[in-house]
């Protein structure tokens, strides 16, 4: 069997509240697979109904191939490593680990065995007699990992389980569970709202807002192509300026944008952008730079309201001349270095941007549901 998860039809109630809406989705064997989204959109409800924990109201969840339904959670080969981890505090390290062999019979020197292999792996040689409160909480995530890989799951399920590490050893074990991830070839399942994480561990991210997704893509195609005003709020930063189609060229669109004037960006969905759509043009804080006030192609003029150091970048906050919009523009530390003397607030500032790195959405696509939410 591989560790393939197909999604068909599915839909999950609870009583009139519709938790997840039909979902059809394949998640490849091998697959480092995200579900990300905010609190409340149905990711814990998704990886339950995989791991059987839930029953779907309608449709199926297939797993290599093989369809799960009455196949309960002890039969399917899924483990799941949650938020808190729920390992056994006083029991020793191996012990731990090697609690899913001893439950399913497997003798005692063979699951000594693979519970040294396990910890080699997860890079904690030496600590197999220790118990679990003597370690740290790097330590004890990596034992969660190497208990749930001991029952050779082909399929690990992941609840946000680096949100209680701080920040440094949650970057760290980022590219440790990815290395492990790589290592075993176990496709991983994993949830968050983290964006941060999602995107620097995914070979692809399923966006999720109120028990639907919004898209499905590898990580920079989420960034620089968002299919959703949602997802274009949601992942990474954006300024969103409102629009008026002028007219469609290829993938360029010409928009109008009234007291800003005109304006072009890339298309960001087929369907709604004809002449004379209300739109919304995103562009990232980072692809927004000071020009000369007669640059060639499309610019944005105003004010530098403040100015925020924040290490390898300076944020400037501008008002944009002839509307009460602000935009939030990035400037790396080479483009800071230049202008940072005319940079202070009052200053008169013209922007120009690539078009090619934007998204123009139809403003009405039902999608724009406020991120922050
Ligand atoms: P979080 O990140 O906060 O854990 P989530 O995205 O994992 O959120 P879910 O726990 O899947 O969200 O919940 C999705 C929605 O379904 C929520 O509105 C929640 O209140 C509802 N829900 C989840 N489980 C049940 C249940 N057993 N009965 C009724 N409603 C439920």
């Known amino acids: 069997m591989d560790g393939s998860v197909r999604l068909e039809e599915l839909v999950m109630r609870f009583g009139d509240f519709t938790a997840i809406e039909r979902t059809s989705l394949t998640i490849e064997s091998g697959e480092f697979f995200s579900f990300l989204g905010p609190s409340g959109c149905g990711k814990t409800t998704l990886l339950n109904l995989i791991s059987g924990f839930l029953t779907p109201s309608e449709g199926q969840v297939f797993i290599g191939g093989e369809p799960m339904a009455g196949v309960p959670v002890n039969r399917r080969p899924t483990a799941m490593i949650f938020q808190n981890l729920a390992l056994f505090p006083l029991m020793s390290v191996f012990d ?9 019979g497997v003798d005692r020197k063979t699951r000594r065995a693979t519970a040294e292999h ?38 690990l399920l992941l609840d946000e389980p680096l949100s209680a590490l701080d920040l440094k050893l949650r970057q760290h074990m980022r590219s440790e569970l990815k290395a492990i ?47 959703t005003g949602f997802v274009a709020a949601f992942v990474g930063e954006n300024n969103r300026i409102e629009a008026k189609v002028i007219e469609r060229l290829g993938e360029r669109v010409r928009l109008d944008a009234g007291a800003l004037g005109e304006l072009e960006g890339h298309v960001g969905k087929e369907a709604g952008l004809g002449g004379g759509a209300l739109v919304s043009l ?92």
């Open 118 to 155: 396990l910890l080699a792996l997860v890079a904690l040689e030496g600590v197999g007699e220790r118990r679990v409160t003597e370690l740290s909480g790097g330590q004890r995530q990596r034992v969660a990992i190497a208990r749930a890989l001991a029952v050779e799951p082909r399929v």
């Open 181 to 227: 991830q790589r290592k075993t070839g176990i496709t991983f399942i994993y949830i968050t709202h983290d964006q941060g994480e999602a995107l620097t561990m995914s070979d692809r991210v399923a966006v999720m807002s109120a028990g639907r997704i919004q898209q499905v893509a590898d990580p920079m195609t989420l960034y620089r192509r968002p299919a």
């Open 282 to 373: 995103y562009v990232r804080p980072e692809q927004l730079r000071p020009v000369s006030a007669g640059a060639s192609g499309p610019t944005l003029a105003g004010r530098v309201e403040a100015v925020h150091f924040e290490g390898a970048a300076l944020m400037v906050q501008v008002g944009l001349d002839g509307s009460g919009e602000r935009l939030r523009v990035q400037l790396g530390s080479e483009v800071s270095r230049t202008f940072a003397d005319g940079l202070a607030p009052g200053v008169s500032l013209t922007l120009g941007y690539d078009p090619a790195e934007t998204v123009v959405l139809p403003r009405d696509d039902g999608s724009l549901v406020d991120a922050a939410t």
């Open 96 to 104: 731990n680990i090697e609690f899913g062999l001893e439950v399913r």
